[in-house]
């Protein structure tokens, strides 16, 4: 409802509405909306309600794109911008030199230094990709790609919050779900962790 609402034509006399593009930036729902419908729905334990916050706030294509958008659209300019800077910055830096030819210093200058940023910059993507320290009994498939594992870890951070809500709390009997008489806890538990699993693949 929240992507597909019409929207108001600013400065129309009588109003007009819009057609909404649930797919837009605009659409997303932000994070910390989500979140709260999502503690409310955990609170209320209502496992249906819980799955379709997730499937509509953080599932979304508008959320993928608008977090694109907000968090990597930064450092993909940098990266573009990358190899003009660093050459730049070893034409400066081959002034500096009589050893060699200029336009040969210019060129060891440039590769090292693009060398170096490339080199940095995959590292920090993979620190920032393979990060599992805030994960307590949702984790990733093996085999996921790693765009996908941060396009989508507010997703799994969901799912993560719901296994852990309708699980023991106590972290040495997690995995003991069949012994609860009414099996009801494990069977959300299971319910969650299945859902999860088949969008991953």
């Known amino acids: ?16 509405f819009l057609k909404a593009k649930p797919k837009s930036i605009n659409s997303a729902v932000p994070a910390e909306l989500a979140n709260m419908a999502l503690d409310v729905a955990i609170a209320q334990k209502n496992l249906s309600l819980v799955l ?19 968090k990597a659209s930064v450092p993909l ?34 590769a090292a230094s693009l060398a170096y940023v490339g080199g940095t910059s995959s590292l920090g993507i993979m620190a920032i990709t393979t990060a599992n320290d805030q994960m307590e009994r949702v984790v990733w498939l093996s085999g996921i790609p790693l765009r996908q594992r941060w396009l989508r870890e507010e997703e799994r951070a969901a799912m993560d919050r719901v296994a852990v809500a309708w699980g023991f709390k106590d972290p040495y009997m997690r995995g003991e ?16 962790a299945a859902w999860f699993w088949i969008r991953q693949s």
């Open 1 to 16: 409802m929240y992507a597909n609402k019409p929207v108001p034509e600013e400065g129309s006399s009588p109003v007009k």
């Open 52 to 70: 379709a916050i997730i499937d509509n706030t953080f599932c979304a294509p508008a959320f993928h794109r608008a977090k694109v958008f907000k």
């Open 77 to 110: 300019i940098g990266l573009a911008v990358a190899p003009a800077a660093c050459y730049a910055l070893a034409t400066w830096a081959a002034t500096f030199q009589n050893t060699m030819d200029p336009s040969t210093a210019t060129g060891i200058a440039f």
């Open 177 to 192: 779900k069949k012994l609860v008489k009414s099996g009801r806890v494990f069977a959300s538990s299971l319910a969650c």
